[in-house]
């Protein structure tokens, strides 16, 4: 009957890309100020533009809640399809941004590990080099404003199997400083993904998984390295942001047998609550180049997520949907994880300091089959800062008010809940 409704070409219905929602929306008006400022255009220079920086630092404190009435839409269309997790496929787990300084790590997630099922992965987004000062003890006189350093201890009790080392603080100490944290890494048995295009392929249940990753950028302007940080513009609004390497990365990991292609990217605008429509776009496209998983870190507040039909014809694209065709003609499914917030951090703020712990079921010849998502909390030990479940913080009235919005922003059906 879809046949026929649609002609002999099934996708003859299609629009055009450009369109339909997410490139045709509707701009947000009469926003405060700070909600438009955004490092990650490139556009201005923190500290020297010293208005912006200013505004910056007001969006740090009261975050941007808001987007357009297309994506809102979109999203809470999206929110009661997204799939729970099943039995029997292969299992990833995934953390966002990992920057934690104060106080001793030693043992900072272990009240959250029996909550990351399978393989896990997350975004070191601070360098780790033994012998220099971290942040809190006068890095920043040395190094600048926003060089991060922190201790071993933090990879020590760094509950993950492959880590992100391409992001805006990779060259906070330089080359040899990212050097020596990826000596750290890879001497912990973890292995490291995107610094001069490694990708990593895990076996997972049988199912080998491959791993790439990319950043929006660097702090360091221009970027002075002899290394590929595997850099792609991502906040460059107005652009048509060439995806090929990332293309040719993810065509490579699947030559050399990855039958399931994690995407893990740096991106995003910092402090905001919703992906703006442009990297709902560009996460299209990702999608389209091959990627299964698109996970995402950078923003540092939780995003919500998505599925996206590949090569399924009578799923038009539009508004509540994220439909895409490729080459290959290969029916699958995919995810993109827009951002999953901070898994341990300094910031000052509850939407800040609360992260997820988010869960794919993949399976081969399928893609993506189901979802989990579970909250965490970074919190105050004294002069340390440890993980806990947000379920176990639900009678302080602000976690519980968290609690609530992120069941909103998220949607509850994919929800991982504590066993009674």
């Known amino acids: 009957m879809i046949a026929l409704a649609l002609g002999c ?7 055009e890309r450009t369109e339909t929602f997410p490139w045709v929306y509707t ?15 490139e556009t201005w220079v923190p500290l020297e533009d ?19 009435d297309e994506v809102l839409e979109h999203f809470d269309a999206m929110r009661p399809t997204l799939p729970p997790l099943g039995a029997g496929d292969a299992v990833l787990s995934f953390v966002g941004d990992v920057m934690m300084f104060e106080g ?15 393989l896990r992965a ?38 993950l199997d492959v880590v992100q080392l391409v992001n805006n603080h990779a060259l906070d100490l330089g080359d040899p400083g990212l050097e020596r944290t990826r000596q750290q890494v890879v001497g912990r048995g973890m292995l490291g993904v995107g610094l001069d295009g490694a990708a990593p392929i895990v076996v997972v249940d049988g199912l080998p998984v491959g791993f ?36 040719r990365d993810i065509a490579a990991v699947r030559r050399r047998g990855a039958h399931i292609v994690v995407l893990m990217v740096h991106w995003g605008y910092e402090y905001e609550y919703y992906p703006d429509p442009h990297f709902l776009q560009l996460g299209r496209r990702l999608v389209q180049a091959g990627a299964d998983v ?39 499914t995919a995810a993109i994880l827009y951002s999953l917030g901070d898994f341990g951090t300094d910031l000052a703020t509850i939407p800040l300091q609360v992260g997820l712990i988010a869960s794919v079921g993949v399976r081969d010849g399928s893609g993506v ?28 009235a602000d976690y519980a008010a968290e609690s609530e919005r992120l069941d909103a922003l998220l949607g509850t059906g994919w929800r991982r809940r504590p066993a009674p």
């Open 104 to 118: 001793d790590p030693t043992g900072f997630a272990d009240a959250v590990v029996d909550r990351m099922p399978g």
């Open 27 to 41: 701009p947000e008006e009469d926003l405060p100020p700070y909600a438009d400022v955004r490092v990650e255009t």
């Open 294 to 332: 698109v996970v995402g870190s950078g923003p540092h507040a939780v995003e919500p997520a998505e599925l996206c039909a590949v090569n399924r014809p009578e799923e038009l694209p539009g508004i509540g949907t994220c439909s895409v065709r490729t080459r290959d003609g290969r029916p699958r």
């Open 369 to 396: 089959t189901g979802l989990a998502w579970d909250p965490v909390a970074t919190v105050t030990d004294g002069p340390d800062r440890r993980l806990i479940a947000l379920d176990d913080l639900l009678g302080d």
């Open 122 to 159: 997350g975004n070191l987004e601070t360098p780790v080099v033994p012998g220099e000062p971290v942040t809190r003890e006068g890095l920043t006189p040395r190094w600048g404003l926003y060089a991060f350093n922190s201790r071993p201890a933090l990879l020590d009790a760094l509950p």
């Open 50 to 68: 010293l208005e912006q920086t200013a505004l910056y630092v007001q969006k740090s404190v009261f975050h941007r809640p808001s987007a357009p």
């Open 212 to 247: 790439v990753a990319a950043t929006w950028g660097v702090n360091v302007h221009p970027p002075v390295t002899s290394h590929d940080l595997g850099i792609v513009p991502f906040g460059h609004l107005d652009e048509d942001i060439d995806l090929s390497p990332v293309a």
């Open 9 to 15: 070409a099934p996708d003859a219905a299609w629009p």
